[in-house]
């Protein structure tokens, strides 16, 4: 933990986690205190489709990989599409393949009958959607990044960043180590990266400005899992932060 990388506007400090502390904040959420990974999914997709909305693209594409940053992504395609603002959702693998929360987002947005983009079958038209869009909601890969991106999620990171349409990031940009801030191969550059719960410690390097949303973790939680919290909110649901100098 990194106790005073971040401020918010006002100057108050904001502690940084590495990815190992967030998954244990994950884990103590879910395990001791019981709240849902999809509570905090919602919230996650509902803040960045918010973000999103703030500006004035209606043709925006969601990059949705398989797991938890897919699964925000995913919520915050079914907000963008119920105001028509979605293009389309480009997956790095199969609608099949998708399990727990993700897929119970995925599900719904099938049913909503959105057009979902499985870049790993095909390619082309999921490339097509990424240059067409006129903003990229990057919800590939979080801080559950392992080594250099590899094959269709590698392939789709390049072709994210070579897009015209700005990116916003969902937690990271993708590629991007979460606690090092460090990239093994290729990475998104974002305009903007909407973090969840706390601001990772590698984000104090990566390109774009920095907002925070809150997910509703008790502060109980980060007590257990031993993290010095001081709720940045205010009364808000999010935060924009700057990296202290
Ligand atoms: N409290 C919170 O902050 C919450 C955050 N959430 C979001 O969940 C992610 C973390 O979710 P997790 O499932 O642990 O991991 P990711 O989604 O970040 O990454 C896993 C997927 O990424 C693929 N992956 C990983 N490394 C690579 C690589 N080098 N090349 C290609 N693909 C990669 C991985 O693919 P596999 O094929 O290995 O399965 C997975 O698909 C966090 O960042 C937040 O966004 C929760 O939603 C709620 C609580
Ligand atoms: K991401």
């Known amino acids: ?3 005073a990388a971040f401020r918010t506007a006002h100057g108050e400090p904001v502690p940084a986690v590495t990815a190992a502390e967030m998954a244990e904040v994950d884990r103590v959420a879910v395990e001791e205190f019981g709240l849902g990974i999809i509570q905090m999914m919602e919230h996650a997709g509902r803040t960045l489709s918010r973000t999103a909305l703030e500006s004035d693209a209606n043709q925006m594409v969601v990059v949705a990989g398989g797991g938890g940053n897919g699964g925000g992504g995913l919520a915050c395609a079914r907000h963008l599409a119920a105001r028509d603002r979605l293009h389309s959702i480009v997956l790095d693998r199969s609608p099949d393949e998708y399990e727990g929360a993700p897929a119970t987002q995925l599900r719904l947005l ?25 903003r990229i909601i990057d919800a590939l890969i979080g801080y559950g990044l392992t080594g250099a991106p590899r094959g269709t999620a590698g392939d789709l990171i390049t072709e994210m960043q070579s897009a015209a349409a700005p990116a916003l990031s969902l937690d990271v940009p ?6 090092t801030g ?7 550059e974002p305009e903007q990266t909407l973090t969840l719960a706390l ?18 973790i008790l502060a109980g939680v980060y007590e257990a899992a031993d993290i010095d919290y001081d709720h940045p909110f205010g009364d808000q649901f999010c935060v924009d932060l700057t990296v202290t100098e």
């Open 1 to 3: 933990m990194d106790a």
């Open 110 to 134: 099938e049913r909503m009958g959105v057009e979902i983009i499985d870049a790993d079958a095909a390619p082309e038209p999921a490339a097509t959607a990424i240059s067409d869009a006129d």
């Open 174 to 179: 993708s590629g991007v180590d979460a606690t």
């Open 182 to 188: 460090e990239t093994a191969g290729v990475a998104v």
């Open 199 to 216: 601001p990772k410690t590698g984000l104090t390097a990566t390109a774009g400005s920095l907002r925070c949303a809150d997910l509703g």
